[in-house]
């Protein structure tokens, strides 16, 4: 699906990308099912979800593949 505003297909990993080069510092605060919040920088958020598509792709998840989450709306499952 390309956006309105852009030529590049509004994928998440272009949004974390861009995020994480344009605001490394920003933090994303959310508030974890425990209840203590929990901060981390943009930079952060990329590294870790990098770390999970890594896996990802080491458990055979191919381009195009689904996959499925469900998670409470906080950093993990923003990863």
Known sequence: MLGLMQEWP???HKVIDFAAIQHPNQEIV????EG?????TYREARAR????AQRLERDGV???D??????????????
Do not use: C, D, F, Q
């Open 62 to 64: 191919k381009p195009g």
């Open 30 to 33: 959310s508030r974890t099912v």
């Open 10 to 12: 509004l994928l998440i």
């Open 36 to 40: 203590p919040m929990h901060r981390e």
């Open 49 to 52: 979800a990098l770390k999970v």
């Open 66 to 79: 689904r996959v499925a989450t469900l998670a409470w709306n906080n950093y993990r499952h923003l990863e």
